[in-house]
C-alpha cells in the first residue's frame, strides 16, 4: 500500500532537515490548491510511501495562509501518519501543537528534534516520561547530523491510536458533548468539537453551516466560565504544555531556547 505521511511541526524544528534525511528524489513539487506555496512530497526511503513537507505552524486556527493549509490537509486530504517533529529545546511551546495533533487520534509519532540543543543547555528530557504522558511513540534524533532518523523511518507505523482526552473542565465538556451530540459524532471525534470551540475558523465555519445550534452552546459556555471559549481552550493547553515539560526535564532551573537563543544555536 502506497502510504502517505505527513510532516508537522512549529517552524524551524528541522522538518525539511528531517524530510532530506527520510527521502530520495522529489516525487513531486506543486502547489497546494489556491495558494502559491509550495508542496512538497517525498518518496520515503526503502519504503514504498510518501512524505509529505507541510508548512511549519504553532497552531491548527487558521490564522496564517500556512496554518490554513495544514488545517485543511488535516481535515480534507487523505493520510495515513503523521510524524510530528517537536524542539526538544522549546517544548513548552512545541507541545501546544503536539497537543492538537493528539487530540485527533490518528496515527502519530514523535520525531524529538533538537536533542543536542537541549543536551548543549543542560536540559535532559526524560524520553520514557515523555511516551507514557503522550502515550505515543517519541523517537529521539538530530535531524542536522542525521542521528536517529533511520530509527525513526523504519519504525513508521499506521497503527490506530486512541485520542488523547485532556479534560477541559465540567463545563467545556459538557459543551462538547452537546455539540457531538448536535453534529452527529461520536467521542472519537471529539478534537472537531475542541477545535470548534478553541475558534478554528475553518471548523467553525463549516460546522455553523451545517448545525447553526452549535452557536448557543458556545454562547452558554462562555456565559458559564465567565470568558471566551477559545481563551480557555488556549489557556489550558498553555497549562498542560508547561505541566508535561516541568515533569519530562530534569533539571528545572534550565529555562526553553528563546527565539533569539535559536537564531545563535543554528548560526
Ligand atoms: P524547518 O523550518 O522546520 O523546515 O527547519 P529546517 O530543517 O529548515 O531547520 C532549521 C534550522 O535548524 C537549520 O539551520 C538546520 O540546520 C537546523 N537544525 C535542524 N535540525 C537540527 C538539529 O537536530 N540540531 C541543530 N543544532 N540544528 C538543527
Ligand atoms: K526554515
Ligand atoms: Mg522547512
Request: hydrophobic share 40%; aromatic share 6%.
Amino acid at each position: 500500500m502506497n502510504q502517505r505521511i505527513a510532516l508537522i511541526g512549529n517552524p524551524n524544528t528541522g522538518k525539511t532537515s528531517l524530510f532530506n534525511r527520510l527521502t530520495g528524489s522529489f516525487a513531486h513539487v506543486g502547489n497546494w490548491a489556491g495558494v502559491t506555496i509550495e508542496q512538497k512530497i517525498g518518496q520515503l526511503h526503502g519504503k514504498v510511501g510518501q512524505l509529505i513537507d507541510l508548512p511549519g505552524v504553532y497552531d491548527l486556527d487558521p490564522l496564517s495562509a500556512d496554518e490554513a493549509i495544514v488545517s485543511r490537509f488535516l481535515l480534507h486530504e487523505p493520510f495515513d501518519g503523521m510524524i510530528n517533529i517537536v524542539d526538544a529545546s522549546q517544548l513548552e511551546r512545541n507541545l501546544q501543537l503536539t497537543l492538537q495533533l493528539l487530540e485527533m487520534g490518528r496515527p502519530l509519532q514523535i520525531g524529538l528534534n533538537m536533542v543536542d540543543v537541549a543536551e548543549s543547555r543542560g536540559m535532559h528530557v526524560h524520553l520514557d516520561k515523555l511516551k507514557t504522558l503522550l502515550q505515543v511513540d517519541v523517537f529521539p534524533i538530530t535531524a542536522r547530523t542525521g542521528d536517529g532518523c533511520d530509527f525513526l523511518l523504519s519504525s513508521i507505523q499506521i497503527e490506530k491510536r486512541q485520542p488523547f482526552e485532556l479534560n477541559y473542565g465540567p463545563e467545556t465538556e459538557e459543551a462538547i458533548t452537546r455539540i457531538l451530540r448536535l453534529i452527529g459524532r461520536s467521542r472519537t471525534d471529539r478534537w472537531i468539537a475542541i477545535q470548534y470551540l478553541a475558534g478554528n475558523r475553518i471548523v467553525v465555519d463549516h460546522l455553523e453551516a451545517s448545525s447553526p445550534e452549535i452557536v448557543a452552546v458556545r454562547k452558554e459556555l462562555e456565559t458559564a466560565i465567565g470568558r471566551f471559549a477559545h481563551a480557555h481552550i488556549t489557556e489550558r493547553r498553555r497549562d498542560w504544555a508547561k505541566q508535561i515539560r516541568y515533569q519530562v526535564i530534569e533539571n528545572q532551573n534550565v529555562q526553553d531556547v528563546t527565539m533569539t537563543d535559536r537564531i545563535d544555536a543554528v548560526v
